[in-house]
């Protein structure tokens, strides 16, 4: 067999087991919350000054990607900016670009650089006309955070001690106040729950079935911004999410996906905002683009699972049939998983946009500097798969790209990358980095297993040393030999009560 097809059939492989474990992630509502990526908190003091650029290099990337998403499912694109012999915009996107896509990267410059264009207000039109139904998600997302946050709140408000300053809680919330209290001197709690409750309330006058139905649109939207700022600017929402005590987890990760999902609704404002200014004071006649390449023997494909999810658990479990007890609780924990299962069984798998801008600017990889940060900006925070390839890449090759962050999901249409990169290092005809991806996989699928089915026999002794059982291939068998003699079950459980409790 030639190496190249050797390879695909090896890929193809990788790929259907993959998908099949980031599936059973999936269905069993994993989330990696805590996953690290290579942000500011990452760098060394040496680094710092660099990110600062680099993070407004993000934004930019980030809200380029942003105003160019839709809302329908599975349109995500990424940017970043190819700087050899000028600047030039770089896109992609989980699927194939299509012509309106490149009109609407026209289009946004245009009114970006439009004379009459003095801020983000007057972009507005082009953004609820392309992303309106993105938008509208958005707000209802936040809407959910904000009335998750305001149940519990009087006991929050009950065991927090404010500033005697109203300014130190609400920085830059002058104007707001001004409007709301017309000088009267509030309470700090009152202006917290008149807070939440107007932004509730706001969200209430849009008609998000049909976000241009709604009756002046762009001053309700700017309303609803001026006032989430003042809350995702407030002392008190920045101390539950700095807060260390394990007591406080629940509402710090509520606080914190608050805050993320108030800044979602406000780039619309403030990160076009942000790009208006750079644009046009660098670009004034707007900037050039360019959409990637197609890259060729990647994991895209079609794979469909198993049938029935309980093999695929049985897989998982390096060939030990599921306990009664294990049985037991599943059926109990996910008593729909037969049927879900089933229904989404049948996968196409793609390359996600990071990873083939990031593919797509390293084929000239002797003259790329690797000693310089390479951001890439995302319309949606970069999933487990491709914050682990990233991550691997850069410590295979010594590299800095880096994406604005992660929310540690798995996403089962996820693919390989595979050997499609001429500088690509390749062992036993699979990728150092794609491998490097699976085993982060097949880890956390194992512990989240032991976690939720903590009954559930594992290998013996006898196997370990017999490596009989047949389904099982010898990097799984090395995976599961490694994590039994690293970690203790109890261990194991602890790591899991944090990402997943």
């Known amino acids: ?92 996107k989980n699927d194939s670009p299509t012509a309106e896509d490149d009109r609407a990267v026209r289009d946004l410059f245009g009114w970006i650089t439009a004379p009459e264009t003095t801020g983000a207000y007057d972009v507005l039109p082009f953004l609820f006309t392309r992303c309106g139904a993105n938008i509208a998600k958005r707000i209802a997302k936040m809407d959910d955070a904000v009335r998750g946050f305001s149940h519990g709140i009087e006991e929050v408000l009950r065991n927090y001690t404010p500033e005697p300053s109203v300014d130190k809680e609400f920085p830059l919330s002058t104007d707001y106040l001004d409007l709301q209290y017309r000088g009267q001197q509030v309470p700090f709690e009152q202006i917290m729950r008149d807070l ?18 709604t009756p002046d649109l762009y001053p309700r939207y700017i309303t609803l911004v001026f006032v989430a700022f003042v809350l995702k600017r407030s002392r008190l929402l920045r101390s539950l999410r700095e807060s260390t005590s394990p007591m406080d987890r629940n509402r710090k990760l509520q606080a914190e996906r608050l805050k993320r999902r108030i800044a979602k609704v406000c ?31 990647t994991g895209e494909t079609a794979v469909d699972l198993e049938d029935d999810y ?6 998982a479990l390096g060939g ?3 306990s009664t007890d294990t049985l037991t609780t599943l059926h109990g924990k996910f008593p729909n998983m037969g049927g879900t299962w089933g229904a989404s069984r049948s996968i196409t798998t793609r390359l996600h946009a990071e990873i083939h801008i990031l593919l797509h600017l390293s084929k000239s990889f002797d003259i790329l500097d690797r000693s310089q940060q390479q951001p890439i900006g995302c319309s949606k925070r970069s999933c487990l798969c491709c914050t682990l390839w990233i991550w691997a890449y850069n410590n295979r090759y010594r590299t800095k790209w ?27 005809g699979r990728s150092e980095v794609d491998v490097a991806v699976m085993r982060g996989v097949r880890e956390r699928l194992i512990q989240t297993i032991f976690q939720l089915f903590p009954n559930q026999r594992r290998l013996s002794d006898e196997y370990w040393s017999s490596g009989s059982e047949p389904r099982q291939s010898d990097g799984e068998v090395e995976m599961w030999r490694e994590l039994r ?15 997943i409790i």
Request: glycine share 8%; charged share 20%.
């Open 310 to 315: 309980l093999v695929a658990i049985e897989r």
């Open 1 to 92: 067999m030639a190496p190249q097809q050797n390879h695909q059939d090896v890929l193809m492989s990788d790929q259907r087991r993959l998908s099949e474990q980031l599936q059973l992630l999936y269905h069993f509502g994993y989330s990696d919350i805590d996953m690290r990526y290579q942000d500011v908190d990452h760098l060394s003091d040496r680094h710092r000054q660099k990110w600062y650029g680099t993070k407004s290099t993000i934004r930019i990337l980030d809200t380029i990607a942003v105003a160019l998403t839709t809302g329908r499912p599975g349109d995500v694109f990424a940017a970043a900016f190819d700087t050899h012999g000028g600047v030039t915009l770089v896109l992609a």
């Open 402 to 428: 880096l994406t604005s962050g992660s929310h540690g999901k798995p996403y089962s249409s996820w693919a390989l990358p595979g050997c499609s990169y001429a500088h690509a290092w390749v062992a036993d």
């Open 196 to 213: 939440l409750g107007g932004i509730m309330d706001r969200v209430g006058d849009f008609t998000l079935q049909n976000i241009s139905a």
């Open 267 to 297: 780039q619309y404002y403030d990160g076009i905002a942000e790009l208006v200014d750079l644009t046009r004071r660098h670009f004034p006649q707007g900037i050039a683009h360019r959409w990637v390449d197609p890259i060729c023997d």
């Open 485 to 499: 003699e690293s970690q203790t079950f109890a261990a194991i459980r602890e790591i899991i009560f944090r990402k």
């Open 320 to 322: 030990v049939s599921p």
